[in-house]
Every structure is written in structure tokens, then in C-alpha cells.
């Protein structure tokens, strides 16, 4: 969801939109995914590696926890639940379930999309995990621990009345986007395209937070609201978004979504991907994205 660097606030308001948008403060949330009422991390098989299995830092085991950079606004990766203090998600679920393999507790520091690489590297957190595509860019800063691949996706009014189902379609229309994510690159990248064949150009708004660039296509101020495909499918899915929405087209360029850890923490990219493996190994990794409704708008990577 995150091609690019995005987050900030709660869901609320986005997902019922009868409230204002959010912002980098967190309001609360509606409801859990599509596929699972309750938004507890799942729990790791009997056969799972215990932290001795899997080498975990020195400092880590020290720490006694694991610190993970978080937007946590981006449903259903990473958003509050109804109480507005408590991260859930798929994102989520899987920092848990990793931390539990490390034999440590798991912490989400909520961190704006647009600054969270720079948090990790002046280490006011361990990890992100954030929904965050894994560009040549990005890798020039953090290394990756790729997870899913997730394609990016756009969500329309019901009846699709532009008739929009891939990018080139949005020439000339107006598009609600994230500031900082994959999303606002491949719209610029298109208009680039667009304005080389002599075409009029998207019109793009971007907003610090993903939930309030989708209450703009609630409010019926934008033709189209880009985002990624799990986040384009958890909006549809809503019971309160019923009737309203539809997903154009199918998921546009699916590329790997990744783990950020500093460039010199080998020993814990190490650990992260022992872990990644063994939940791919017994199951974890699907149940937690079959629970979150996101079976079918993500690529598993084994």
C-alpha cells in the first residue's frame, strides 16, 4: 500500500466517512477486517521456532522487545481498533506473531509514512512495517525482508460512471492520494506519459494520511481514490461502504512489500527472515492474510 511512504491517522471517519478525515492523530475505528471479527495476532503453530531456534540479537533479547515504525492508517494492514489506542492489522499481526518467535514483546510506535525511514535510521524504532513497497530507492537508505507483493489499486463509485479501469484511464480525471507512497509516484509517472501523447493529465490531490485521501471519494469531491489493492479491497468490503464502491480493474504492477531494518543490522535481518520463513513454513502467514480479507489482493512469495 505503500508504493511510496504513507500513514498517519485513524479510520473512523474513513470508513463510515459521515466523520471528518483524520489526521496524524489517532480517532477511533469502525470494525475489524472483512474476513475475521476479532483483530488478535494469530498464534503461532505448536511446531513454530522458539527464540532459541531463531538467532535473535543480543540487544534485542535484552530489550525484552521489538520497537516497529507503524502509519498505523492503513486499513487493513495497520489502523486503530474502536477504542483508538489499540493497532491492528495484518501488518500488525505479523510484527506480533514475529516477536513472539523472538521471545519478546512487540511495541507500535505510530509513525507518519513521509518520515518513517528517517525514524528508523535515527532509531527511534527496531523495524517498520508499514505496508512499505521494496524500491531501488527505499533499499539505498534500509535493507528489505520482502513479506507479500501487493499491487496498487483504485477504488471508483458504484457503476464505474468514468469507466476508469487502469491508469491511463485517469487522464483527465481527479485522483485522492497519499503523499509519500508508490501510489502518488506511479500517478506521476503516468501524467509524464500522458502529457508525451499530447493528453490531458491526472488531476492528483494528496493528503498526509491515506484515510483522509479516501473520505475525499466519500464526499464525492474526487472521480477515483488510489491506494493499494488489500486497502481498495478492506474499503469495498465494509458493510457500512455497501452499494457505494467498486474496484476498477484488477491490481495494477504487483510489486514485494517489506521489513525495513538498518543497513548495518545484518544479525537481525537475519532473525526477521528466519522468522518470515518458518511462518511461511507452517501457515502463519496465510491465516493471518486470509483472516484480514486479503487473500485475494495480495501475491505470496513461497
Do not use: H
Not at 166 to 188: E, F, H
Not at 190 to 198: D, I, M, Q
Amino acid at each position: 500500500m505503500r508504493v511510496s511512504i504513507p500513514r498517519a491517522a485513524a479510520l473512523a471517519g474513513a470508513v463510515l466517512f459521515l466523520v471528518g478525515a483524520c489526521s496524524s492523530a489517532a480517532t477511533p475505528a469502525p470494525t475489524a477486517a472483512p474476513s475475521a471479527a476479532a483483530p488478535s495476532a494469530a498464534a503461532p503453530s505448536a511446531a513454530a521456532p522458539s527464540a532459541a531456534a531463531i538467532a535473535v540479537p543480543d540487544a534485542i533479547k535484552a530489550a525484552g522487545k521489538l520497537v516497529w515504525c507503524v502509519d498505523v492508517s492503513y486499513p487493513p494492514e495497520e489502523f486503530y481498533a474502536a477504542d483508538g489506542t489499540t493497532a491492528q492489522g495484518s501488518d500488525v499481526d505479523i510484527a506480533t506473531e514475529i516477536g513472539k518467535r523472538f521471545g519478546v514483546t512487540t511495541e507500535i510506535d505510530n509513525t507518519g509514512f513521509d518520515g518513517i525511514i528517517p525514524a528508523l535510521t535515527a532509531k527511534k524504532c527496531d523495524l517498520i512495517i508499514s505496508g512499505m513497497n521494496d524500491t531501488p530507492e527505499r533499499a539505498k537508505q534500509v535493507d528489505f525482508v520482502d513479506y507479500l507483493k501487493v499491487g496498487q489499486g483504485i477504488l471508483v463509485p458504484v457503476g464505474n460512471p468514468k469507466n476508469i479501469k487502469t491508469l491511463q484511464d485517469l487522464s483527465g480525471k481527479t485522483v485522492a492520494v497519499q503523499l509519500g507512497t508508490t501510489n502518488k509516484d506511479a500517478l506521476d509517472a503516468e501524467n509524464v506519459t500522458l502529457k508525451a501523447a499530447g493528453k490531458a493529465p491526472i488531476e492528483i490531490q494528496t493528503f498526509q494520511a491515506d484515510t483522509d485521501a479516501f473520505q475525499q471519494l466519500a464526499l464525492g469531491r474526487v472521480d477515483a481514490f488510489s491506494t493499494d489493492s488489500p486497502v481498495v479491497a478492506y474499503y469495498n468490503a465494509q458493510p457500512a461502504n455497501a452499494g457505494k464502491y467498486e474496484v476498477a480493474g484488477t491490481p495494477i504492477s504487483p510489486i514485494p512489500i517489506g521489513i525495513a531494518v538498518r543497513k548495518d543490522e545484518t544479525a537481525l535481518k537475519a532473525a526477521v527472515t528466519a522468522a518470515l520463513d518458518a511462518m511461511y513454513a507452517d501457515g502463519s502467514m496465510k491465516s493471518i492474510v486470509d483472516k484480514w480479507g486479503m487473500t485475494n489482493a495480495v501475491v505470496f512469495l513461497k
